[in-house]
């Protein structure tokens, strides 16, 4: 057997540097034995989680934000948060340690700023996704139309207002976007357009269909409730037979009688699972 890896695969700088600032923060708390929250699950990678939730870490949710007392440190996800949600977190007696990704910051004060102007903002994305819950909360503190439209079939049903803007998730899928985009200005052909697709979720998009032409088989791994880890997995089914798996155990067993094996992974799984992963492949081989 040969496995072989796409060139660009796993943790993204914004989960990246979500983790690490969990990781310094657990580690720093060692001797002060302070309660540390995240915001929200950190990541979608449920082998992360309870990783860190063994060590300490605990969730918070919107509904539960009086649990962190005194002193308490609360994590921002990279997914970000409502403005809203910010104020409460600063007006209580906790440590707000901001780990949102530089590239959701920039969609917020894209928000923000125009809707200022009066703008309408459009959200092309998952209405249920933390990110667009975040941006959206930016947009209605100057209380203009918002819209989240996750398809083609949503852009066309809507009315676009004569000033607004188009905002995407990061992890959108491109061609749905451009989709989007179209329909919307052909509605509205002075409808601003701001293409926020991360460079992350495009790479590993073309990463993988590079890989797809020398394997017999790719395994796609992440948590199956990320939005990106999904979208490898769709693509990656529509050009040989593929398989999503969370973690190294879940392989279907067909995979290990293939010549070749490829291997890629969502921008939440850590290399010690794609390791774990190939090892696994190796440890069975015929």
Same mark, same amino acid.
């Not at 993204?12 to 979500?18: I, W, Y």
């Not at 933390?130 to 809507?158: H, R």
């Not at 790479?203 to 020398?214: F, H, I």
């Given at each position: 057997?040969k496995?072989?890896r796409a060139?660009v ?9 979500? &983790? ?12 002060? #034995? /302070? ?19 063994d /060590?300490g870490l ?6 539960n934000?009086?649990?962190?007392? =005194? ?7 990279? #997914?970000?948060?409502?403005? &809203? ?7 209580a007696?906790? #440590?707000?340690? =901001?780990a ?10 894209r ?14 994305? =998952? ?15 100057? @209380? &203009?139309?918002?819209f989240?439209v996750q ?7 809507? @009315?676009?207002?004569?000033? *607004? ?6 992890t ?5 976007f ?5 329909i919307? !200005? ?6 601003e ?11 590993r998009?073309?990463?993988l269909?590079?890989? $797809?032409? !020398? ?11 990320? *939005?990106?880890?999904? /979208?490898?997995?769709e693509?990656?089914?529509s050009l040989?037979? $593929? ?19 490829g ?11 794609? =390791? ?7 440890? /069975?081989?015929?």
């Amino acid at each position: 057997m040969k496995v072989i890896r796409a060139s660009v695969l796993g943790y993204c700088m914004g989960v990246r540097r979500a &983790v690490d600032a969990a990781e310094k923060s657990l580690q720093e708390n060692e001797s002060f #034995h /302070r309660e540390i929250y995240t915001l929200g699950p950190l990541i979608h990678n449920p082998t992360v989680l309870k990783n860190l939730e063994d /060590r300490g870490l605990k969730v918070l949710t919107k509904e539960n934000l009086s649990d962190a007392g =005194d002193s308490s440190i609360v994590i921002i996800r990279a #997914h970000g948060t409502t403005p &809203v949600i910010m104020r409460r977190l600063e007006q209580a007696s906790v #440590h707000v340690v =901001d780990a949102t990704c530089p590239r959701v910051h920039l969609s917020q004060k894209r928000a923000a700023e125009w809707s200022s102007k009066g703008y309408a903002v459009i959200i092309a994305g =998952d209405r249920n996704h933390g990110e667009v819950t975040s941006i959206i909360g930016f947009a209605e503190e100057n @209380s &203009v139309k918002t819209f989240v439209v996750q398809n083609a079939d949503d852009a066309n049903k809507i @009315s676009v207002p004569e000033k *607004a803007i188009l905002i995407a998730q990061t992890t959108f899928s491109p061609n749905e976007f451009c989709k989007i985009a179209e329909i919307l !200005q052909s509605k509205n052909n002075k409808i601003e357009v701001f293409n926020s697709i991360c460079s992350a979720t495009l790479e590993r998009q073309n990463a993988l269909k590079q890989l $797809a032409g !020398q394997v017999d088989g790719i395994l796609v791994i992440g948590g199956k409730n990320s *939005a990106n880890t999904r /979208r490898l997995f769709e693509t990656a089914a529509s050009l040989c037979h $593929a398989a999503l798996i969370e973690n190294e155990n879940q392989i279907p067993s067909e995979f290990y009688e293939m010549g070749i094996v490829g291997i890629t992974a969502g921008a939440s799984t850590p290399d010690e699972v794609i =390791d774990k992963t190939e090892k696994e492949l190796f440890s /069975r081989k015929k």
